[in-house]
């Protein structure tokens, strides 16, 4: 059974391994670390302040997904407006012996029921690039609809990456959930 629990810094090494090559890398962390491979200390830098703390406090969330076996996936939630309204998802990352199985929608919804039913989120939002397909139509499985707005676009080793952007409403949610 997975479950969803507040990311650790003793996690790093084990979720930076499942990046065995600099295209999976960016798939998952787009363009926000310059260089490839990152350390345990670059990942937890990203996440966690000088005093041990969230680097952003109340607004950011990184989660690790684990099982009877151990580390399983990752994400982050954050919201991306001041009412807190509107969470996204992003660096969702499954390990890559368990990829293909499940655990990316069941990570997903785990994270869902997080955002409607804890964080009263008003809609989830979520993207992965074009060439990511897996991920898209892992997202789409999980509950998630194409969303409107402007197109945005990433320069990766010389290539347009399109970001394919969903989100899910809070009612949505509940009419999934409850079966209707």
Request: hydrophobic share 35%; with cysteine.
């Given at each position: ?25 960016r ?8 260089s490839?491979?990152?350390t ?20 950011f969330y990184?989660?690790?997904a ?60 979520i993207g ?24 945005e ?7 347009k990456?399109?970001v394919?952007?969903?989100e ?13």
């Amino acid at each position: 059974m997975l479950r969803l629990r507040p990311y650790k810094t003793s996690d790093a090494g084990t979720i930076i391994a499942w990046c065995k090559d600099e295209e999976v890398f960016r798939k998952w962390t787009s363009d926000r670390y310059e260089s490839f491979p990152i350390t345990e200390e670059d990942m937890n830098r990203k996440y966690i302040d000088n005093n041990g703390d969230c680097a952003e406090p109340d607004n950011f969330y990184p989660m690790t997904a684990f099982d009877e076996d151990g580390i399983a996936g990752h994400l982050i939630m954050r919201f991306t407006d001041e009412k807190r309204t509107v969470l996204r998802l992003g660096f969702v990352i499954v390990d890559d012996a368990k990829r293909g199985l499940g655990y990316g929608k069941e990570m997903v919804a785990l994270s869902l029921k997080y955002a409607f039913e804890i964080f009263k989120a008003q809609k989830v939002t979520i993207g992965a690039f074009d060439n990511n397909l897996p991920a898209y139509y892992c997202y789409k499985r999980a509950g998630f609809k194409d969303a409107e707005g402007e197109e945005e676009v990433y320069e990766i080793f010389g290539e347009k990456w399109k970001v394919l952007e969903l989100e899910l409403s809070k009612e949505d949610y509940f009419r999934m959930t409850e079966g209707v």
